[in-house]
């Protein structure tokens, strides 16, 4: 099972009465995880500069990561392909069996991808010897696709959105460390193993490794797949009843929460075997934190309609509920400030007038 405190926090993401069907499935989705995926995107941006030159004088950081998330496509990738293979049971009926075959697109399958990118720089996947919330998190996926098999849809709009997005910014940045960081040898015959084996997804692989996963096929690098994936995410997305639409929402919060839960653990290995500390760490975020603008891994924010204003707070985890309320009342306080000053300066402009007429 998951862990207990990152399960708990995720459970005010959803009720019976949340979810508003004059939003799509994303947008709810993009709603309610908000507070976390901003965290999160907050704590990718800070940490993939420590993993590339002038920083690091090699891609081991980087493959530390690789290897720890690519685990996470393995799971719920293979789990989505036993399903479509299984029989209808109690918890997987022919219209979960459509719905998810409507939305299994080969083309953006990663799994393959991954493992060309780990073999490229010598590592193995973390998920031989998985770390405790690596393990706990894979364990979480396994469990939670067998018993609720829709919230395939929380995984694949989540981690596949991030590869168009967030994904196309830390792919330049990788691509800007330059050749001479990437120059690791590769193994050519795993490489030519795993060609003959997904020769669709792996084909011309090998020029763009270590990061091949964040490549797509085709003249449109990958937005025509997008657009196909959102397109059938909408024509499938009224198969599911309220409580699999809150299931799915509560989800993808849990997903957010378990990648940061992650990056937490990774910042750990990397500070007990290198010079880095968490100060240095915690700085890199506070220079972030101060850029212009931040990169989002899903979609831009949808703006929250003046009727959802409710649905939209009840939506956020409880735990970041202070946080809008404190921001919602500041702002108030400003404009009460702002109206105050204005008459104390009309007021003392009056009695300054009144006194210069006294005296003349």
Same mark, same amino acid.
């Given at each position: ?12 993401? %959803? ?35 420590? %993993? ?46 459509? =719905? ?61 959105? %991030?590869?168009?997005?967030?994904? #196309?910014?830390? #792919? ?81 919060? #849990?997903?957010? #929460? ?63 509920? !202070?946080?809008? !309320? ?8 400003? =404009? ?25």
């Amino acid at each position: 099972m998951a862990d207990p405190s990152i399960r708990d926090a995720a459970n005010d993401l %959803a009720s019976p009465s949340l979810s508003d069907q004059s939003l799509s499935l994303p947008d709810e989705i993009n709603i309610a995880t908000r507070a976390v995926h901003t965290q999160l995107n907050r704590l990718i941006t800070a940490r993939l500069p420590l %993993a590339l030159p002038p920083r690091a004088p090699s891609p081991d950081l980087y493959v530390l990561g690789l290897s720890h998330f690519a685990p996470i496509y393995e799971q719920f990738e293979s789990s989505w392909l036993a399903l479509l293979k299984s029989s209808p049971t109690a918890s997987y009926s022919s219209s979960h069996n459509a =719905l998810l075959a409507r939305l299994h697109m080969p083309s953006l399958e990663r799994s393959s991808c991954f493992q060309a990118d780990l073999i490229h720089v010598g590592a193995p996947s973390a998920r031989e010897a998985p770390s405790p919330a690596l393990a706990a998190f894979l364990r979480h996926i396994k469990l939670s696709i067998s018993e609720r098999p829709p919230l395939i849809l929380a995984y694949a709009w989540v981690f596949y959105m %991030a590869l168009f997005s967030g994904g #196309r910014w830390i #792919r330049a940045q990788l691509l800007g460390a330059g050749d001479d960081f990437w120059s690791q040898p590769a193994d050519p015959d795993r490489l030519e193993a795993l060609d003959s084996e997904k020769p669709n997804t792996l084909q011309g692989t090998t020029s763009r490794l270590p990061f091949s996963f964040l490549q797509f096929e085709g003249a449109c690098d990958g937005e025509d797949i997008k657009a196909a994936f959102k397109t059938g995410i909408a024509e499938v997305e009224h198969l599911l009843s309220t409580e699999e639409r809150e299931c799915i929402i509560a989800e993808a919060g #849990r997903i957010f #929460r378990f990648c940061i839960a992650l990056v937490d653990e990774l910042d750990t290995i990397v500070t007990a075997s290198s010079s880095l500390t968490r100060s240095n760490i915690a700085d890199l975020e506070a220079e972030r934190t101060g850029d212009e603008g931040e990169v989002n891994f899903i979609l831009p924010t949808v703006p929250a309609k003046p009727g959802n204003r409710t649905a939209f707070l009840r939506r956020i985890q409880s735990n970041d509920i !202070a946080l809008v !309320a404190s921001t919602f009342c500041f702002s108030r306080i400003g =404009l009460i400030l702002a109206i105050v000053g204005f008459y104390a300066a009309w007021l003392v402009a009056r009695v300054n007038g009144s006194a210069t007429t006294v005296v003349h």
